[in-house]
Structures are given as C-alpha cells and as structure tokens.
C-alpha cells in the first residue's frame, strides 16, 4: 500500500502523452490487449472524446503525478464495459484497483447501469485475482480473452 491523494482527472494532452509510452511498451500492450495505433490514430481519437456519449475517461494521478488511465466505454442505458491500466509500473501489486473500481462504481451509479463489463487477457493474472476479489465473474472466454461482469 501507499500513502497520498488518488485522484481522477480529465484525460488531457499529458495523459494522452503518457498514454502513447504506456500502451507501447510490450508487457503492458500485452496485458492490456492493445492493437498497434499511430500517433495520427491516437490523436483522432482525443479529438473526438468530447462528442462521444457512449465514451469517458479519466486520467489516474498519485499526488499530482500521472500514473494510468480509467474510463468507460459502449455506455448503453443499461450497461458498461470497464477499462483501465497503471502506466507507472511502480504502482503495481500496491491495491490500486480498489480506487479505480470506486470511481468507477460511483460513475455507473450516477447512470444507472445494472452491469459492469471488462475483457482481459486469461495471462492478466494481476487484474484477474483484483477483478474476482472486488466481485466480477466470468462470463466466457474465447480465445485467451476473458470476459468478466459485475452486476449493480
């Protein structure tokens, strides 16, 4: 565990900055499923965050400095899928989860979502043990990607 101030951020040009090390370096690519995007990708993407409905995402910072990334996305009326990763390795295996999914959580509940989804790498072992013991389940998995549900 660690001491400080955990807070939820707008995603900003820093953290899209951040973003682009964090999901190329190769162990969180892989741990997050994340397809090969350019930086013109990337930045088409931030372009367009403020018109997405069915789109939010918060930068994660630890005292003031940035450390991962927290969002929802394909909000429907009723349901959501869940994303999110710790860019700064140094914050692994530290709990971090239980913050991210308490923001989260709040968030659903101000939509009124009945379930909370997410898809994870079966290899993601870290994430998986941290998703099962804030009460997630499996549904399926397909291909060594697991998905998981968490009913409101």
């Known amino acids: 565990m660690f001491d400080g101030i955990i807070s939820f951020v707008e995603y900003d040009e820093l953290f899209l900055d951040k973003s682009w090390l964090w999901l190329n370096?190769?162990?969180?690519?892989?741990?997050?499923?994340?397809?090969?995007?350019?930086?013109?990708?990337?930045q088409t993407f931030f372009d367009n965050l403020s018109e997405r409905e069915d789109y939010k995402i918060w930068g994660v910072k630890h005292d003031g400095y940035a450390i991962g990334v927290v969002g929802l996305k394909n909000i429907t009326e009723y349901d959501v899928e869940y994303f999110g990763y710790i860019g700064e390795k140094q914050y692994w295996d530290r709990?971090?989860?239980?913050?991210?999914?308490?923001?989260?959580?709040?968030?659903?509940?101000l939509l009124n979502l009945s379930t909370i989804y997410l898809h994870v790498s079966s290899?993601?072992?870290r994430a998986i043990k941290a998703y099962v013991n804030k009460g997630f389940y499996e549904v399926e998995?397909?291909?060594?990607?697991?998905?998981?549900?968490?009913?409101l």
């Open 95 to 109: 709990g971090m989860f239980k913050y991210l999914f308490k923001h989260i959580l709040e968030e659903c509940l």
């Open 25 to 42: 370096d190769p162990e969180i690519k892989e741990l997050t499923l994340t397809p090969n995007f350019t930086k013109k990708q990337q």
């Open 123 to 125: 290899n993601n072992k």
């Open 141 to 151: 998995t397909l291909n060594e990607i697991m998905k998981l549900e968490f009913k």
